[in-house]
């Protein structure tokens, strides 16, 4: 595979690729990292990329470990995001709050503060569409599996949204 | 679409039994400006959903481009070696080792040969180096004015055995060392160190000369035994006088008369 074959096949993943990885990480830059690691090792394993059904899948799978080891070693190092601090710290600031009021930041808010396997399936489903076959290929999941972590993804997020409005409301 | 068909959707979505289609009309639906209350929490999904969509890497350098600065670099890293090349380096690798150790031989052999020339007069030092004969002679000199201790001149003697060879004045040392030294055990080193060197005859005559002085018994004895085995003739009137002298011990006198005995 040379370099146009491999920008033709593979590159066209990329915006996906990155949003899975802003998704995990919750960082721009840190994204953009994965991003080029991923690349670097599909890259180096290109040979072999005919064998593979869908390289976009084996693209997303990489992805998501990447992402995974890297919030390990996070966790691993107790590095202190800035971010979270923020978030967690009872107190919002009057911008917070204005920026509260929106209901897709709220939403936003809420679907940050998931577990890491139900945000994974209800980006993977909603956010990028795929099918179930697809998410199965990419997480390692069975569909059964799958489909429970996800409805159990959307009735929290459900749940904690209510619960901000009557909070709101009260 | 209808409100039923919604409700009835959202149920389905809930429950994570809708499918791909369902879901786009879903989106579809609350992609519009107004909806009812109570189906405001999944409108604020699906716009999020829509807006997570919209996210994009940021246009870095282009990717192709990067990919291929990569490939340059690896293989000015490790360039693809020919298994002839590979086969020219060792063999320049061996060949330097071995005319390093050529190099070696040849400078060994340069340096012997210069030195010979160098000290002609002198004896080739093989055990010792210069520095320390000169040590050893200036040590064994000041046995006269007791500056050095009797184990140092010891020491020194010592060393002058360990040479295959001495030069004139380092014998001529060695026998002042052993005629005159005050140390008794000095002295018998110094005849041993002499008898190594027994081809000159300078040596054998001090040899024979030195029994002469000998008052000490052990000194003696030692002399008697080299004399005998060097075969020295010359020593027999110095045994006899021995023999006939009262001051000398009857050990002495015993082993002088079986040296007479075995050398005339």
């Not at chain 2, 500056?147 to 060695?174: F, M």
Request: glycine share 2%; proline share 2%; with cysteine.
């Amino acid at each position: 595979m040379n370099i146009d074959e491999f920008t033709y096949k593979v590159l066209p993943a990329r915006n996906k690729l990155f949003r899975l990885a802003k998704t995990m990480l919750q960082s721009k830059e840190e994204a953009e990292d994965t991003l080029q690691e991923v690349f670097l090792k599909l890259w180096t394993i290109r040979q072999g990329l005919h064998a593979y059904k869908s390289v976009e899948a084996l693209a997303m799978k990489m992805t998501k470990n990447v992402c995974l080891n890297k919030l390990k070693s996070q966790k691993q190092n107790k590095m202190v995001d800035v971010m979270h601090l923020e978030v967690d710290s009872g107190y919002e600031t009057p911008y917070k709050k204005v920026e509260l009021q929106d209901s897709v930041s709220i939403m936003n808010a809420i679907f940050d503060e998931l577990p890491q396997q139900q945000k994974l399936i209800m980006h993977l489903r909603n956010v990028e569409g795929y099918s179930f076959e697809e998410i199965e290929q990419i997480t390692g999941l069975s569909i059964n599996n799958i489909r429970v972590i996800l409805s159990r993804a959307r009735q929290q997020v459900k749940e904690n949204y209510l619960k901000i409005q009557k909070y709101e409301d009260d | 679409m209808k409100m039923i068909d919604i409700e009835a959707l959202v149920e389905k979505y809930d429950a994570g039994e809708t499918t791909l289609e369902e879901e786009d009309q879903l989106a579809k639906y609350f992609s519009q400006e107004k909806v009812p209350a109570h189906l405001e929490v999944y409108a604020a999904q699906f716009r999020m959903f829509a807006q997570k969509k919209e996210e994009s890497a940021s246009e870095q350098e282009d990717i192709a481009h990067f990919l291929a600065k990569v490939e340059a670099t690896k293989a000015v890293a490790a360039p693809v070696k020919q298994p002839f090349q590979v086969w020219v380096q060792w063999g320049m690798r061996i060949a330097a080792g071995i005319s390093l150790v050529l190099l070696g031989f040849v400078a060994g052999k340069w340096y012997e040969q210069t030195n010979l020339a160098d000290d002609a007069g002198i004896s080739t030092v093989t055990t010792a180096s210069t520095n320390e004969l000169k040590l050893m002679k200036q040590v064994l000199m000041t046995s006269q004015d007791e500056s050095s201790s009797a184990s140092d001149r010891i020491q020194a003697v010592n060393q002058v055995q360990q040479l295959e060879q001495a030069d004139k004045e380092l014998v001529q040392l060695l026998i002042n060392t052993m005629n005159f030294d005050p140390n008794i055990n000095v002295r018998i080193a110094a005849s041993e160190a002499l008898f190594q060197f027994n081809d000159d005859p300078m040596v054998r005559l001090a040899l024979v000369n030195s029994l002469k002085i000998q008052k000490d018994p052990a000194i003696q004895l030692t002399l008697i035994d080299m004399l005998i085995q060097l075969k020295e003739t010359r020593a027999v009137d110095t045994m006899r006088k021995l023999l006939q002298s009262e001051e000398v011990l009857d050990v002495v006198k015993t082993k002088a008369e079986q040296g007479i005995g075995t050398l005339s």
